[in-house]
């Protein structure tokens, strides 16, 4: 018998390098959530959902506004580019979604998120492409930039963005060092601190009415009963700490993250989520050992679709991962796992899937902490019998094929983590909960 009730509150995030199709799961899932609180990253994320064949693709705003009896939060742990959160609330207004109207007191900024500016973009593309530089494949939207001044204690919070005359200060001293440095490392053409104030004093007044102490809203919300998800960003294995640095993001996008980026406590968590593709996929450099470079990556690629929603780069394709899964599991906390995608792999005769890892010639799932060590990695692979067969829109897990059965079941065991959902296709509709997820969100 199923005992466990329905958690006010429940983190999801991507279980690997990123593009697993949170959005879409986010989206699901809030029709059984009142609040979706975002609490990592900046509009280098590109968050995916297609509803009855329409397509829209959110960056900084939680994908739980697309349904009206959802509010969605941006909370203190997201660097916010105003230009880029009102050219979203315009998606919105054009969708004919209500969350665009401050008025519907659907949508809220954390006073406390950290602002990017222009000198943040120039900063970021300077060094991404000066000779010598090592590239990190970032998006080149200046979210890095944003969080060193954060840490750096030199940024400007939403709060200050508000103030115009601290906002002067502020782009004046910031622009007269950023320049600078710009011009003496990489010869950038300064910025001129008059027209981006004039610019910023604009968005500033648009975007005050969504402006709000969001860690106040939050606890409010879990104490009256309200049931909150935390939307992360990227995937576990491009956080700032625990992933495969240097080739990571700018911020915690572990569950961790929820609890820093949102000021709710740990102990209001009530679960964590994490969602894997039935495969891997990374964009970008860094290191990725069950990389496929034949043909069944590029039937991965062709038949996922798989191009980054944001900048349109091809993602390198591979195999499930488990040892990399597996350690994305115990950082999270993670007790379901949902898992996408699994109509891209119909066509595969056999499907590997890496079990454990060869260094030196010794067994061991240790995770290198180095990326020298990703280096010596030899993938032990397990292969297993495709389907053959057509999952693609399946909502009923009996109905999949026996073998696809047998696959996310050797997932399951293979992970430690129960699998909750899968998604049969990129629709809202081709998605299912497994009974036991089912009845915890009831």
């Known amino acids: 018998m199923i005992t466990k009730t329905l958690p006010k509150s429940a983190v999801i995030l991507g279980a690997q390098w990123g593009d ?10 809030s029709e059984k959530f009142d609040i979706v609180a975002r609490y990592a990253g900046g509009h280098n994320a590109g968050h995916t959902v297609i509803i009855e064949g329409k397509k829209i693709v959110l960056q900084l705003i939680p994908c739980g506004v697309l349904r009206p009896s959802c509010v969605g939060v941006i909370g203190n742990g997201v660097v916010l580019d105003p230009a880029a959160f009102l050219a979203e609330v315009k998606k919105l207004k054009d969708a004919g979604l209500p969350a665009h109207d401050p008025a519907a007191k659907q949508l809220f900024i954390s006073n406390r998120a950290q602002v990017i500016l222009p000198y943040h973009r120039m900063i970021e593309l300077a060094a991404e492409t000066a000779p010598g530089r090592q590239t990190i494949g970032t998006t080149r939207r200046g979210i890095g930039p944003a969080y060193e001044d954060k840490i750096h204690r030199n940024g400007l919070r939403v709060a200050d963005l508000l103030n115009t005359s601290l906002l002067r200060t502020h782009i004046n001293n910031a622009c007269h060092e950023k320049n600078t440095i710009a011009a003496a490392l990489f010869g950038t053409e300064p910025l ?12 500033a007044e648009q975007i005050a009415p969504y402006v709000t102490d969001t860690a106040e809203l939050l606890n409010k919300a879990l104490d009256n009963g309200k049931s ?9 294995l491009l956080d700032i700490d625990h992933g495969t640095y240097p080739f990571v993001t700018s911020s915690n996008c572990t569950s961790g993250g929820a609890v820093t980026g949102t000021g709710v406590g740990p102990t209001r968590i009530g679960t964590v989520i994490g969602v894997s593709k039935a495969y891997v996929t990374r964009v970008g450099e860094g290191p990725f050992p069950t990389e496929d470079f034949g043909a069944e990556g590029e039937l991965l690629a062709r038949r996922g679709n798989e191009f980054g929603a944001v900048t349109g780069r091809p993602r390198r394709c591979g195999w499930l991962d488990l040892p990399l899964l597996r350690y994305s599991n115990m950082i999270n906390s993670t007790e379901w796992l949902v898992v996408t995608k699994m109509d891209v792999m119909d066509e595969l005769a056999e499907i590997n899937v890496c079990t454990t890892y060869k260094v030196d010639g010794k067994l061991t799932d240790t995770i290198p902490g180095d990326i020298r060590g990703f280096k010596t ?15 693609a829109g399946i909502t009923e897990y009996d109905k999949l094929p026996k073998l696809a059965q047998e696959y996310l079941e050797f997932i399951a065991k293979e992970s430690g983590v129960k699998i909750g959902m899968i998604s049969t296709g990129p629709d809202r509709a081709e998605t299912f909960s497994l009974p036991e997820f089912a009845a915890m969100l009831a």
């Open 20 to 29: 697993e199709g949170k959005g879409k799961i986010v989206d699901v899932l």
């Open 192 to 203: 001129d601190p008059k027209q981006m104030y004039e610019e910023y004093v604009r968005y």
């Open 377 to 391: 990695i030899e993938p032990v692979y397990t292969t297993v019998k495709g389907w053959n067969a057509s999952t």
């Open 228 to 236: 909150v998800m935390f939307e992360g960003a990227q995937g576990a």
